[in-house]
């Protein structure tokens, strides 16, 4: 999977069906079933979003950290730079998006190992504090697969090479199937 983020399998943002009522679109959530329903291991480079509005890697989401991943001989990695919104104490990322930026690029293992899986656990350990303004290269693998688990780490480190967390969590393979339940979900 070389295709620039953007390109390649990135679901289409098709935004028609359901337009006049507040429920997710079904044309939306068709196309990103549809694109991760057949996910086969990635090549080296660069590796597509989640979809255009996942709030780890969419570039569309005004909210998200919008991470860019490439693939790599053993993993995956993205180098990233906190910003105000995700500030906890001033000048420092807020924990919680720490997790969701290792939550998201383990989700990138998966075009790696060319499953469908969801996070089941995942523990974070906050060696340093992540500053705002500051380059971190995350880097995450697959340590072991028994059965339908999962088991993957991650770590974050400084442009010198220190450590400032590390990740561990347990993916659990499911059907595309898992992913219709999106569609009860309604918007405000
Ligand atoms: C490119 C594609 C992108 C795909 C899309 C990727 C998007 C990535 C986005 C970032 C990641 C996310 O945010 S994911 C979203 C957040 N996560 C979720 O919403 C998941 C919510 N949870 C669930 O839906 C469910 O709990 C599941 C599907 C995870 C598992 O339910 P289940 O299918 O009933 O399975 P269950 O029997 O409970 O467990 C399965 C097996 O795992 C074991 N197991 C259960 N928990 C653990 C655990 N903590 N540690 C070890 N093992 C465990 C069980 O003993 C069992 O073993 P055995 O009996 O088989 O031996």
Redesign the pocket.
Known sequence: MSDAQGQGRQPEAVKTVDDDTDRQPMSTLDAWVRS?AH?EPASLGRLPA?SPT?A?CGSENPAGLALVVDATEDGVRAVHRFDRRQEGAPGIAHGGLVAAAF??L???L??RVG???????LTVEYLRPVLLGTDYEFTAKVRTR????LHVDASAVETDGRRVATADA???I?DVD??EQGRATTLP
Not at 115 to 121: D, I, K, N, Y
Not at 146 to 149: D, F, I, K, L, V
């Open positions: 991760m996910p989640h996942c780890g939550d998201d383990f989700g990138f998966l075009y499953e469908l899986a969801v996070t089941r656990s028994e059965g339908r688990r347990t993916f659990i499911v898992h992913f």
